[in-house]
């Protein structure tokens, strides 16, 4: 495994672009329906498939969700979100699509999400994700 060692007294400062990732970016886009005021603006959003089915699952919640290609800026506005139910028309073609129920619970005190789909690997259950809200 490569590693940086720094040695000195020099403070590090600066910035570094990190670009978007399918995996860390549906996670966040999710968690953006917790925020009930406000626009929450995510950068380096790739321009996915996926990303565009999870915001279609917000969308439908009453949520206000924008996305630019071009610049890879996403903007969410949950501040009028008054549904817990995921539509299974886009909950079924992403596995990532169950990542809503989480912050839905936690806004809402409920969820309704039908079981996902579009997993290429083959069947896989929820019950670690349901084991988390114990």
């Known amino acids: 495994m490569d590693k940086i060692i720094i040695r000195g007294g020099q403070r590090l400062t600066g910035k570094v672009r990190v670009h978007g990732?399918?995996?860390?970016?549906?996670?966040?886009i999710a968690a953006s329906i917790l925020a009930e005021n406000g626009e929450s603006t995510?950068?380096?959003?790739?321009?996915?498939?996926?990303?565009y089915t999870i915001s279609e699952v917000i969308k439908?919640?009453?949520?206000?969700?924008?996305?630019?290609?071009?610049?890879?800026?996403?903007?969410?506005?949950?501040?009028?979100?008054?549904?817990?139910?995921?539509p299974y028309?886009?909950?079924?073609k992403m596995r990532a699509?169950?990542?809503?129920?989480?912050?839905?619970?936690?806004?809402?005190?409920?969820?309704?999400i039908p079981l996902p789909g579009g997993c290429a690997i083959g069947s896989r259950g929820?019950?670690?994700?349901?084991?988390?809200?114990d």
Do not use: C
């Open 97 to 112: 699509s169950f990542l809503v129920m989480g912050p839905l619970l936690a806004r809402k005190g409920a969820a309704r």
């Open 42 to 51: 995510i950068y380096e959003v790739p321009g996915l498939d996926d990303v």
């Open 60 to 86: 439908a919640l009453n949520v206000n969700i924008n996305y630019d290609p071009q610049s890879e800026v996403l903007r969410v506005d949950a501040s009028k979100l008054n549904s817990t139910e995921a």
């Open 126 to 133: 929820i019950d670690q994700h349901l084991k988390g809200f």
């Open 21 to 28: 990732a399918k995996n860390a970016v549906l996670p966040i």
């Open 89 to 92: 028309e886009w909950v079924r």
